[in-house]
DNA sequence: AATGAATGAGCATTCATTCAT
DNA sequence: TATGAATGAATGCTCATTCAT
């Protein structure tokens, strides 16, 4: 170990992957507070902290930023999934029903700007061609694991019916009761 | 009588509804052409035909201009969904699933780029408070109309179903079958 | 005389001709100083004394700062030639010969970079088709008003060396002498 | 025998010169297709393969890759001329009319942008003495050239005639016909 | 009421240049 | 020697907005 501590300010350059992922990070927090009309290289430059070039060096437009965010995101959410469901191996149709309740009304308080910001980057391949597959990923995840709690087409239908349900309470004026998003899962959850 | 009846097509100016009307049209055609981020008071009044004047006289903002997009795509979608309940009195559950993928099919094809410009106005109002009492019409709409053919649990399933899987469709890669919508409003709609 | 002189600064407002004029004037000096290459529509609105918002607004792209400019030296080339040869109603060859020297030795005193700066916009024209026709009138203006001293191959002959003569002076390390360029002319525009 | 003499083709690495002469190629090739005002170190690289380090490296300024390419430019008519002229030892007057003005014509045709690219660059050393000793060389080619034919005054009348016209048809709208040429370079070259 | 001229802030993007390796 | 990562200044252009008419 010939000098390794030293320099710890003038060092630190060079580090690309890790300038990459603050600034990846940076825009997904712009597009939390903003929005995606929101979202420009300047304003994730000073989130990051990161030089105005910086950005545009890692990515050129802002159609890139978007796609790492949304990419950043899927992963995330990956990752969520999986724990998620690791922990609970074996749930009944009516166990599944109140969990996946409480996990949807959790989208309508605290993480509800982080929520938007999903929506907002999912939204985003209506008209980015080039998004679709991270989007797509992002659909497919959700009903992988709920087949593995239920049959592939009930599985489809608590996935979208969920994601129609997010947006509803995002975009109306009152997020849906306990109760409302119980029957409406317990409709397609449970077989009488 | 001085000078009223005259002229009947030279007159034709000063008729500020008229007006109101015309940018509203454009305003939806320029959402449906370059999305919500395109949409400028600029664009609106070179498609609508008017002064640009015109456009920030009656929308002061781009706020403005969207919930009136908002507001007629609802009140067209209103009129559609009566028109299209009124013709089909009596449905039984299996008749709907079929109708309704039909129906839903119809948003993938030529059709695709006004729903477009629809999903983007009804998420306009993530960000939007004031958008959100003309969103929430939106969904209630479907919801009441399907509620004249089977219980509200069951048509709130089948309406915010419906929509995620129009949203998977538009943002992914590829549209969903005919047989993988039936089969998923099949699961909500019916009982076995 | 009611009430001309008052309200001096606060009026003045409000006269985009000469609001365009003074534009194009300082679009001229900019490239007299700078080159086109340094022509920015900042530097244009620094010179003219103008808001940024008033180039953009009257002249959106570049190349209609250079269009009018090239406008407003060939209009202005023209009223010198037309002045210049209405003083000068008859010339003999020899005569003829003798001023045009004279005039060509001009370009390479203090007119210089004014000569540069027409040279430059003329060039434009060789990237820009939509200059082709203002450049056009450029050369016609010079063979035209020697067309008055003698025949049109003749006149043309001596238009186009002059032209040649005038660029090898600017772009290369010696002016030429006044010997040198009676000579050539001579050339062409006596028979021996 | 570690590894210096072997491999002669996968080193080929480390050719400085065959690297500059390579960039200067490039750079000659952006100016045709994009002007010097699309000139930047980037397009040279990706048009010459070679990483953007190694323009900058060899060509530290914008004005060190215009006069290498000015240079290529001068050292090629230099041989074309050469070739020209050793082909045809002995013209009479109207013979090199008929030739020059096939030649000129050429100008005007596929070699169009190749002539416009040698012009900006000859343009260029109006605003960049650097560049005028190399322009000098390019007019004096031309009149050493022709003084094989005929006397230094006509000569040098005609190389700038031609320069002239050249830049006329380019710069215009229309290309002049041949017998507008002929008519001018036999004015200039003949003794009636 | 209605218009469009006028303004200046702001953005994506491009680049020359620097510098660590 | 040679490379390309990194920086920040600069530009053309677009617009929302204001305001005189």
Not at 33 to 46: F, K, P, Q, S
Not at 176 to 190: F, M, Q, V
Request: net charge neutral.
């Amino acid at each position: 170990m010939t000098d390794s501590q030293t320099a710890p300010a003038a060092r630190r350059r060079r580090d690309p992957q890790r300038r990459i992922e603050e600034i990846t990070a940076a825009t997904e927090r712009v597009i939390a507070e903003r929005g995606i009309e929101g979202l420009t290289h300047r304003a994730v430059a000073e989130k990051a902290g990161v030089p105005l070039g910086a950005t545009t060096y890692h990515f050129a437009t802002k159609g890139d930023l978007i796609a790492a965010a949304l990419h950043s995101a899927v992963d995330r959410y990956a990752a969520y999934l999986q724990a998620w469901a690791d922990q609970r191996p074996d749930l009944s149709p009516e166990q599944l029903v109140i969990l996946l309740t409480d996990a949807l009304l959790g989208c309508f308080g605290p993480q509800r700007d982080q929520q938007v910001m999903e929506f907002e980057l999912y939204l985003a391949a209506l008209r980015r061609p080039a998004l679709r597959p991270i989007a797509d990923r992002y659909i497919e995840l959700s009903i992988q694991t709920l087949t593995r709690y239920t049959d592939p087409v009930t599985a489809t239908a608590a996935a979208v019916a969920m994601n129609g349900l997010t947006l509803r309470g995002l975009a109306g004026t009152h997020t849906p009761t306990r109760a409302d998003i119980e029957a409406i899962l317990r409709r397609i959850l449970t077989t009488p």
